[in-house]
């Protein structure tokens, strides 16, 4: 099982406000990844990083910004969160070669009231 | 447009009976394809991995082959149990990317029935 990890898996939150998900992994990836998926829909890329001090927005344009100010930790902020915001966010990393894996974390389920 | 196309959408199976997915894909040019399993609110573990050279790979009750030709892939499930419901995910990956772009199928739902 790879060493990723999301908080908090579960949040319902009022519209206005301003929350992080976390995510974390001890693989030592370079590449992490944020994706957000809704149900029975494909997951969709909205934030990635390259290493430290790298981010890049994804295919799915999103309200969220991101950080990358250590290696082992990616971590996601709405401002100001709205309804449509309701979802599930996923976060990976990526091992690199020979395989180019992807491992993903349990994914932080958000409910925006 | 880089796509994956899963069916059937959902499937129900009664335990201990075989199934097989569906995957295709028109991602190009082409790095690997992986199936991942996803347990409702988990995120996806990934159950096999082929590249362009590998027609069939194998993880316990689950066999993957893949024909780069026509751009297919299935995922067979042996003796299925009730632990085998879940989403199963076809990604493929794209060469072209130093990002290691992936390419997401929107998953087919399998329920297994005692």
């Known amino acids: 099982e790879a060493d990723i990890y999301q908080t908090p898996r579960y949040l319902v939150i009022g519209t206005g406000k301003k929350i992080t998900l976390e995510c974390s992994q001890t693989m030592g990836h370079d590449k992490m990844y944020w994706y957000q998926q809704d149900p029975g829909m494909e997951l969709h890329l909205i934030h990635y990083s390259y290493g430290v001090n790298s981010t890049e927005k994804g295919d799915l344009s999103s309200e969220s910004t991101v950080s990358r100010i250590r290696t082992e930790h990616f971590p996601l902020t709405l401002e100001s969160a709205r309804p449509s915001h309701t979802s599930q966010y996923l976060c990976?990393?990526?091992?690199?070669?020979?395989?180019?894996?992807?491992?993903f974390g349990p994914g932080t389920r958000l409910t925006v009231l | 447009k880089n796509q994956v196309e899963q069916s059937p959408q959902s499937l129900i199976i009664l335990e201990g009976k075989n199934c097989t997915l569906q995957c295709n894909y028109t991602v190009s040019p082409f790095s690997n394809l992986r199936w991942y399993k996803q347990d409702t609110g988990r995120g996806p573990v990934s159950l096999t991995i082929?590249?362009?050279?590998?027609n069939t790979k194998s993880n316990g009750r689950y066999t993957a082959t893949l024909d780069a030709d026509t751009k297919q892939s299935s995922l067979h499930i042996t003796a299925s149990q009730l632990s085998d419901s879940a989403s199963y995910i076809c990604?493929?990956?794209?060469?072209?990317?130093?990002?290691?772009?992936?390419?997401f199928g929107r998953g087919t739902q399998l329920t297994v029935w005692p």
């Open positions: 990604v493929v990956g794209d060469r072209g990317s130093t990002l290691g772009r992936l390419y």
């Open positions: 082929m590249t362009f050279s590998e």
């Open positions: 990976a990393s990526l091992n690199g070669q020979p395989n180019n894996e992807q491992f």
